[in-house]
């Protein structure tokens, strides 16, 4: 397989080095840190519908176990390769430790494009890759812990489980080896829209410090803001949707076979069921439509949301990028060096490592049900509505007014898991936002959002290590 023109690793590891530099931790422990510690590659064979052998090729990197399991999606995509793996692998160590989800890193893919196989095939392929995983003990509840990414979603990690759970019939705790399951399979609520909807609360607590927005030259607030977004998949499709919900414009979408803009609006909802009904998003009404997706990137808005694949943003684009914030929705969508010239023009960086992070925290409650074997809301829920009616009628006595039913309704409703999910999810983004906006605050404003996230990531990791006795 051919090595990468841009290597994705060395591009996180300018973006650590960078960071580093800045902390007085021991030069040994920050290249500890820093190293990817396994990468498992496999080749392995699978019939093919008309009968034919393939060779699939596949890789899992886990690049840090300071805690453990590690955790990081599996995605399937042409462009999966070593060096990807470990580069994805180490931004989910760095991106756990900012958002506090208390697993190491790691990140998996295999090399095939899926709209190439049927289903019968993607299937027999996730469960022989599940069983190459298990034989080298690179999957499990308490080892390491898959998800969704590109290419992948529920179905997949449906088989993943359903592999691992036959091979481990002894293991109580065989559903927490994959999160992003469908509901039945030990799945949870909100998990499908979680990294989309942690990156519309990135970008909402983004907008909402004025004082930011002003040295961009845009008032406070998501709402107005036009949003072209590249990748309507699981995570652009739903950021687009929330940001809409929240008051954004969406102008442009960007997807494999082409772009289309529209200064009006764009109505989502439209978009995406004409897509699904002629296969291009080239079929919809719009100003601007063109075939060379890239240029999505170009266009003018304040918001742009790359959310399909690495490396979009290069030295070959970057000068004509006019938006004013970039929202990290995709893992790695810019080089290191367009980072340095996008940050010198004032572009708003919202980095990966932070922004996408939603996903991976929704996982980590996923986890949790799977260990505790009880749905979140289930003990309390009806206990806290009862507390609250006894409330509503103590009020009700002293006040001398009665509660509508809508009203009671309202008031004493006891949180179901959804509204668990979302409040822990929606108190993770915007916490790790504001920890942030604190570090870069501290250095004098004199570092970028991207930098202050490694900072803070490393910070903790090393922590962590002091607190094992690994470098005393
Ligand atoms: P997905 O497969 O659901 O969606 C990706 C979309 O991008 C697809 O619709 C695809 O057609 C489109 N696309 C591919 N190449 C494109 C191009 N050149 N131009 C425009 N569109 C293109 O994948 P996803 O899960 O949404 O992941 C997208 C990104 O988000 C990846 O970088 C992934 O690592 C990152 N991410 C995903 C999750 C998650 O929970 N799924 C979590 C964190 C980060």
Known sequence: MSLPSISFFDQVNRSFDKAAALTDHDP??????????????????IKRDDGSIEVIHGWRAEHSQHKLPTKGGIRYSLAVNEDEVMALAALMTYKC??????????????????????????????????????????????????????????QEMAWIADTYQALNKEDLNGLGCVTGKPLPQGGIRGRVEAT???????IREACDLAEDMKAIGLTRGVEGKRVI??????????????????????????????????????????VVARRQETGSIL?????????????????????????????????????????????EAANGPMTADANEVLLKRGVWIIPDT???????????????????????????????????????????VATDRSFTDRERFFFTR???????????????????????????????????????????????????????????
């Open 28 to 45: 040994r422990l920050l290249v500890q840190i820093k190293a990817c510690n396994s990468v498992y590659r496999v080749a392995f064979p």
């Open 97 to 154: 430790a900012v958002v506090d989800v208390p697993f190491g890193g790691a990140k998996g893919g295999i090399a095939i494009d899926r709209r190439a196989y049927s289903q019968n095939e993607l299937e027999r392929i996730t469960r022989r890759f599940t069983f190459e995983l298990y034989r080298k003990s690179f999957i499990g509840p308490s080892i390491d812990v898959p998800a969704p990414d590109f290419g992948t979603g529920p």
């Open 196 to 202: 989309g909807r942690g990156v519309m609360v990135g």
């Open 229 to 270: 977004v590249q990748g309507l998949g699981n995570v652009g499709f739903h950021a687009a949707r929330l940001l809409r919900d929240e008051g954004a414009e969406l102008v442009g979408f960007a997807e494999y076979e082409g772009a289309i803009y529209d200064s009006r609006g764009l109505d989502l909802d439209k």
């Open 283 to 327: 079929d919809c009404e719009a100003e601007i439509k063109t075939p060379n997706s890239q240029l999505a990137l170009e266009w003018d808005c304040d918001i742009l949301i790359p959310a399909a694949l690495e490396n979009q943003i290069t030295k070959q684009n970057v000068d004509r990028i006019r938006a004013k914030i970039i929202a």
């Open 354 to 396: 932070f922004l996408n992070a939603g996903g991976v925290t929704v996982s980590y409650f996923e986890w949790l049900k799977n260990l505790s074997h009880v749905r979140f809301g289930r003990m309390g829920k009806r206990f806290e509505e009862e507390a609250y009616a006894r409330l509503l009628d103590a009020v009700e």
């Open 414 to 472: 006891g949180p179901s898991e959804a509204d668990i999910v979302r409040s822990g999810l929606e108190e993770t983004m915007a916490g790790a936002y504001l920890e942030l906006r604190k570090i870069r605050d501290s250095y004098g404003n004199k570092i970028d959002l991207r930098t202050a996230a490694f900072i803070c990531a490393i910070d903790k990791i090393a922590l962590c290590y002091g607190d094992l006795g690994i470098f005393p």
